[in-house]
């Protein structure tokens, strides 16, 4: 258990990721039913497997009844700390690291805390897709500067929930196409102190200017209340344009720093909107197809928790002294990489 009376004081050396977990609702909806649910709704003909062609996605898992991002957080945080072999109040920070959340207000870290039964500085931390690796920069920097002892850093990410479902004409269809690429998921981290390996390198860049290009505009100032500002909607093509832009600057910088190539990872874990985007970033990047870990095909667009999900599955065959790259994609629009060295 943390003593909360101890001082604290900026960890020497090295922070890093020490256990993951991940947690999958179990609902799986193949994509010819979301396509055939959309038809009926909006009364519109659509050919044989259209949207499953389009996005190179078969499955999505959606959160049932009584499941929140809280739920999808809360089983991953488990996960990890039994990994960890760890107690919850043996954790000091709890950040929820989301592009959804239960509720405007109280920050949804608090309900996490609430189910998990710590007392850890709790809040939430909010970039679209690069939520979750923005969480864990921000813990390991938190530890650093002698803010925290470890931290548990959780995602659960509801965004099938923002699809809409019925479409007035073939305009708003296409403004809506990429909610129907979502699956829902959750996903953890405990991030803390190691002796050797850790985050040994980060990068950011940000284009603010393109904030408009998609995304959900209800529950803030601007659209405080009405269904029609829940949904996603976005320009999928304008996006992927933007990240091919200037998405190979923050790969090149990572080389240079790091002196790392393709062959010096053992997993690249790369945020997954459809299949034909994968295709083009290998073709653009470069990057390896056998190193990295797929999951768009079968669980769509997790928003934020793909990174953590790819590294769950990854982790059983990571041996200390493994690194692996993570790069993420974030509506707004921000990218991100990451090297973590396992200890």
């Known amino acids: 258990m943390v003593d909360p009376t101890a001082p604290l004081s900026p960890a020497r050396g090295r922070v890093g990721i020490t256990a993951v977990g991940a947690s999958l609702p179990e609902h799986a909806v193949p994509t010819g039913e979301v396509q055939r649910r959309l038809a009926e709704a909006s009364g519109l003909t659509l050919p044989d497997g259209l949207l499953a062609r389009m996005t190179g996605i078969s499955s999505r898992r959606l959160a049932g009844d009584g499941e929140y991002a809280s739920t999808l957080a809360l089983r991953a945080a488990r996960q990890a700390l039994a990994a960890a072999g760890r107690e919850p109040e043996e954790v000091d920070l709890l950040l929820f690291a989301s592009a959804t959340r239960d509720v405007a207000e109280p920050a949804t870290a608090h309900i996490v805390q609430a189910e998990l039964g710590s007392h850890a500085h709790a809040l939430d931390v909010t970039n679209a897709c690069n939520s979750f690796l923005n969480g864990i920069d921000l813990a390991r920097s938190a530890i650093l500067a002698g803010r925290a002892r470890r931290a548990l850093v959780v995602t659960g990410e509801t965004p099938t929930r923002a699809m809409r479902w019925q479409v007035a004409d073939l305009d708003q269809a296409r403004g809506a196409l990429a909610g129907y690429t979502f699956g829902d998921a959750g996903a953890a981290v405990l991030v803390e102190p190691v002796a050797r390996g850790g985050i040994v390198d980060v990068d950011t860049e940000t284009w603010s200017e393109h904030w408009t290009v998609g995304g959900i505009p209800g529950g803030g100032s601007r659209h405080p209340r009405g269904d029609e500002h829940t949904y996603f909607t976005g320009d999928g093509r304008a996006l992927r344009d933007v990240f091919e832009k200037i998405g190979a600057d923050i790969l090149h910088r990572v080389r240079g720093r790091t ?33 990295l870990e797929i999951t768009v095909t079968e669980l769509g667009n997790l928003a934020s928790a793909t990174l953590g999900v790819q590294l769950a599955r990854a982790d059983a065959t990571l041996r200390p002294g493994d690194r692996v790259l993570f790069v993420g994609l974030g509506g707004g629009v921000s990218l991100m990489t990451m090297v973590w060295e396992k200890s």
């Open 259 to 291: 002196g790392l190539d393709w062959a010096d990872y053992a997993r690249i874990l790369v945020h997954q909107v459809t299949l034909p985007y994968l295709d083009r970033f290998i073709e653009v990047t470069g990057v390896p197809r056998d190193k």
